[in-house]
């Protein structure tokens, strides 16, 4: 992209320093950089590599078959730029319930509280427009950071699933955390 281009985005769903775009596949390689960052896939499902060409062939077979998952890029409103990558998974279009996911890919805005941002506009989304019943995320319990987005966006916890994951020498439990509609709408209250 020349100096002149503008990378031009065009939001789905708007919140204050991020906005959540459809995917981009002019941004595939971003994406298959965070997909194999070390440091960035640490505590996510992603523990094989992931090429160009396969992210974007699951894009395409995603088109082609019954949404199973809702996939947004964020974007940081200031900066303008790429950030990562969230969204509902996993979607149960009968019993009404879905997996929260969000990744950020650029180490820089860790910790800068871009992650309950992100869940919260992805379970509103979640609860108003897709009509969902439960929304649930797993998180592992080396994994601090989440542990304190799933409680910032009121993620209740369910259950402990133990050494459920190998990471760094080691198997680690998974905690499991939902909300309901119900309770999402009683707290916008």
């Given at each position: 992209?020349?100096?002149?281009?503008k990378?031009?985005?065009?939001?789905f769903?708007?919140?204050e320093?991020i906005?959540l775009?459809?995917?981009k596949?002019?941004?595939a390689?971003?994406y298959?950089?965070?997909?194999?960052d070390p440091?960035?896939r640490r505590?996510s499902?992603?523990t094989?590599?992931?090429s160009?060409?396969e992210i974007k062939k699951?894009s395409?077979l995603?088109?082609?078959?019954?949404?199973k998952?809702?996939?947004?890029?964020v974007?940081?409103?200031?900066?303008?730029?790429?950030i990562?990558i969230a969204g509902?998974?996993?979607?149960?279009?009968?019993?009404?319930?879905?997996?929260?996911?969000?990744?950020?890919g650029?180490q820089?805005?860790?910790s800068?509280n871009?992650?309950?941002?992100?869940g919260?506009?992805l379970?509103?989304?979640?609860?108003?427009?897709?009509n969902?019943?439960k929304?649930f995320a797993g998180?592992f319990?080396?994994?601090k950071?989440s542990?304190?987005t799933?409680?910032?966006?009121?993620?209740?916890?369910e259950?402990?699933l133990?050494e459920?994951i190998?990471?760094?020498?080691?198997f680690v439990d998974?905690?499991?955390?939902a909300?309901?509609?119900?309770?999402?709408?009683?707290?916008?209250r």
């Amino acid at each position: 992209m020349t100096n002149k281009e503008k990378d031009v985005t065009v939001p789905f769903l708007e919140g204050e320093i991020i906005n959540l775009c459809p995917l981009k596949m002019e941004h595939a390689t971003l994406y298959t950089k965070w997909s194999n960052d070390p440091e960035v896939r640490r505590y996510s499902r992603n523990t094989l590599p992931w090429s160009i060409d396969e992210i974007k062939k699951w894009s395409e077979l995603e088109e082609q078959r019954v949404k199973k998952e809702v996939v947004f890029e964020v974007w940081h409103r200031k900066d303008e730029k790429s950030i990562g990558i969230a969204g509902l998974g996993d979607i149960n279009w009968l019993n009404r319930n879905a997996n929260l996911f969000v990744t950020i890919g650029e180490q820089e805005y860790w910790s800068q509280n871009i992650g309950p941002e992100v869940g919260k506009l992805l379970i509103n989304y979640g609860f108003e427009e897709l009509n969902l019943h439960k929304i649930f995320a797993g998180i592992f319990t080396p994994n601090k950071r989440s542990l304190r987005t799933a409680e910032k966006i009121g993620l209740k916890y369910e259950a402990r699933l133990k050494e459920q994951i190998y990471v760094d020498g080691e198997f680690v439990d998974e905690m499991k955390f939902a909300i309901f509609k119900k309770d999402w709408v009683n707290s916008k209250r």
